[in-house]
């Protein structure tokens, strides 16, 4: 045997005995929540154990199911998803986050996701949903069994929509509710609003539900990206004064889910100081949404649907690695 095919057969040996690359670390886990059913929680940190392909929901991820957690002084990441939907929705997101050393937690909302909408389009929904990312918070860094690892210091958030939402609250906005049926009185088009309509009459709101709202944020959110913010209608100047944590707003050009105009456009002009704006062009509402895969775009056509030309893994790319940028540079350690 030459020489030449020697060195190529001891390469290919090395390259059969190298261990599997690492992948980010996964389990699942379980928040208590005192008003209401557990909250449930997908968990993704840095890890040094080997890739295994496991499903999430109807999505597939390499990562170390359950593997050994790495690092010290860890900065944590909370996702909310929007009305309808899971933990699962960012899961990409989630995994280039935990690559670049976070822990990240999202959660599936009681009563807002793809199971249980009981609580979809109404004011409880809101209103819950900022109580729900304290109850996580506190499930990670008192409870979870990695909890030793994370920097309490260091905590920021990611949501989208309704998701969005839930962050500008949970940062100090305080929406007005009533400007959300004062709007769909005279915006009867709007998506949202026809959602509300659509309620069983035992779910409509009442004169009640639009009373000012003792409002539950929570300070140890130091950053909050956001993605096509829902009731973005309801953020007056004076709802957001509060609000001193910087934030990136991501933007859909073609959104008809939460139009910017009546939607993020607020947001960004009544922020006291400006966010880190982004636009993304031919995007629609649900393009920040992880890819999808064949079965979940044959099961929910319309969240899988985007602009023709427009490649939602490549702008997933830039966007993941934008979210990271701006989460290293807010939560930088000591």
């Known amino acids: ?50 890739p295994t392909q496991q499903p999430l929901g109807l999505f597939q991820q390499n990562i170390a199911f359950y593997g050994p957690l790495k690092g010290s002084g860890l900065p944590l990441i909370v996702i909310s998803h929007g009305t309808g939907g899971s933990a699962a929705g960012h899961y990409d997101t989630a995994l280039a986050l935990a690559d670049a050393g976070f822990v990240v937690v999202a959660l599936s909302h ?30 990670m860094l008192n409870t979870w069994d990695g909890h030793d690892h994370i920097d309490p210091a260091r905590i920021g958030m990611f949501g989208h929509s309704a998701g969005g939402a839930t962050a500008l609250i949970t940062i100090g906005g305080n929406p007005d509710l009533y400007l959300a049926a004062l709007f769909c009185r005279d915006h009867q088009e709007d998506w949202g609003c026809q959602q509300s309509r659509n309620l069983p009459d035992s779910a409509q709101p009442q004169a009640a539900d639009w009373a000012p709202v003792d409002w539950h944020h ?25 609000v001193t944590a910087p934030v990136q707003l991501w933007r859909a050009e073609n959104d008809t889910i939460t139009p910017n105009k009546t939607h993020a456009d607020i947001v960004r002009a009544e922020l006291p100081q400006p966010p880190e704006d982004r636009l993304v062009p031919h995007a629609g509402h ?35 690695k934008a979210l990271v940028a701006f989460f290293k540079a807010q939560l930088a350690g000591p």
């Open 1 to 50: 045997m030459s020489p030449g095919r020697i060195a190529l057969g001891l390469v290919a040996a090395l390259l059969l005995a190298a261990p599997p690359a690492n992948a980010a670390g996964f389990q699942y886990g379980k928040a208590p929540n005192p008003d209401d059913q557990p909250i449930e929680l997908a968990i993704w940190y840095p890890s040094d154990g080997g």
């Open 218 to 242: 929570d300070p140890r959110v130091k950053a909050a990206a956001i993605a096509a913010p829902a009731i973005g209608m309801t953020f007056a100047r004076v709802s957001l004064e509060n």
């Open 286 to 320: 649900f393009s920040f949404l992880a890819p999808c895969n064949d079965e979940l775009a044959k099961l929910a056509p319309e969240i899988c649907l985007d602009a023709p030309g427009f490649d939602r893994a490549a702008v997933h790319q830039d966007m993941n």
């Open 110 to 139: 009681t009563g807002d996701n793809y199971k249980d909408r009981s609580y979809s389009f109404t004011p409880r929904n809101f209103i819950d949903r900022p109580k729900h990312i304290s109850r996580v918070i506190d499930f």
